[in-house]
């Protein structure tokens, strides 16, 4: 490979703008190449806000260009295996944007398509509310601080939705978002990573605000995704986890987001914002601070280019990770629909 990483991006939304962009022009010797977005206009916009030299309007430019060697995919999940497994196959390393896929048949193509691939890195952005904590809570877990792992609660509740006048968002369509609700598969992330897989799931959920309109075609559209979800799950360790998740509850209570853990030593409570108090049993809360040197922030596009360059194993996200926790989302739909539990094995 040449000394310099040439990559080619392909959506370029608010994430891409905020973080991977800058991400990757702060690194030496990488050159962000071309860019081709959802229309001519807006890739034009971003070419001239970051100084990318060339838009394309078809993502197979990008994907037939010899001198392009990474493509960074910021699409909506809808076209995330599409353009996956069309990079992959044309020899490029690829980053995506989260969710993974789809829907796990999606996410499962995926993967197969890495293993066919093994030289070239394939890497999922993390959902990011931990990365600050995850390394000491699996150290928790490891050294018995928390003991067996009994009861687990997950809980998002936010009134982001709760505004019928709002334009419609691209999360509340099914064509653009697939079996993903709410942030509820970041949390399967955060506690599949804390605590390893989910053996079952019992769900339940509801569509309050059931249509908006379309601010690009001025229609009103019906909407089926869920803004209200509860879910009972079983870990594979026998823990049971609640997870619980609303985006139309106006005044929360004040401690309303946050992952609690629940253990036969002691109990971790994690809060949005990265924060964490542990208390022994028999012992009160008391704020734990992450371990030292592990308390590494958003570094994303540098693990990319790292395991490009170097070789190192992509932790956060890889695609073996991403696949288990789409199945989890899956299972949770199929779940929902049936009115039953499922097993994720079953999917």
């Not at 067996?148 to 709760?162: D, L, P």
């Not at 369509?173 to 506690?191: A, K, L, P």
């Not at 986890?241 to 309303?256: C, D, G, K, L, N």
Request: hydrophobic share 40%; proline share 5%; charged share 25%.
């Amino acid at each position: 490979m040449a000394d310099v990483l040439r990559i080619g991006l392909i959506g370029a939304g608010a994430n891409t703008r905020l973080r991977h962009i800058p991400g990757f022009q702060a690194i030496e010797g990488v050159q962000l190449v071309a860019v081709c977005n959802r229309s001519p206009e807006s890739g034009h916009r971003v070419a001239d806000q970051f100084g990318i030299g060339r838009v394309e309007t078809d993502p197979e430019a990008l994907f037939r260009d010899p001198n392009i060697d990474a493509i960074c995919i910021g699409t909506w999940p809808y076209r995330h295996r599409e353009y996956v497994v069309r990079a992959l196959e044309a020899g490029k390393h690829v980053l995506t944007e989260a969710r993974m896929a789809m829907n796990a048949a999606e996410a499962r193509e995926m993967l197969e398509t890495s293993r066919r691939h093994p030289d070239l890195v394939a890497q999922i952005v993390p959902g990011p509310p931990d990365l600050k904590s995850w390394r000491t809570v699996q150290r928790l877990v490891r050294d018995g601080s928390l003991g067996a792992i009994r009861e687990v609660h997950v809980s998002v509740i936010t009134g982001g939705a709760i505004d019928p006048s709002a334009p419609l968002h691209w999360r509340e369509r099914t064509d653009y978002s697939g079996v993903n609700v709410m942030s509820f598969g970041i949390y399967t992330e955060v506690v599949s990573r804390w605590l390893g897989a989910t053996r079952r799931v019992l769900a339940d959920g509801a569509t309050f605000m059931t249509s908006r309109v379309d601010a690009e075609t001025g229609q009103r559209r019906d909407i089926d995704v869920p803004d209200s979800l509860g879910v009972f799950a079983t870990l594979e360790s026998g823990a049971r986890v609640t997870y619980r998740f609303s985006s139309i509850a106006h005044a929360p209570a004040p401690v309303s987001s946050g992952i609690a853990v629940y253990g036969s030593n002691g109990t971790l409570h994690w809060e949005i914002g990265d924060r964490m108090q542990f208390a022994p049993v028999g012992g009160e809360l008391q704020p734990l601070a992450p371990d030292a040197g592990t308390d590494i922030e958003w570094h994303v596009e540098r693990d990319f280019v790292d395991s490009i360059r170097e070789g190192a194993p992509v932790i956060l996200t890889n695609f073996e990770d991403g696949a288990r926790y789409m199945q989890i989302i899956d299972a949770t739909q199929r779940s929902r629909l049936a009115g039953r539990a499922i097993e994720i094995s079953e999917v």
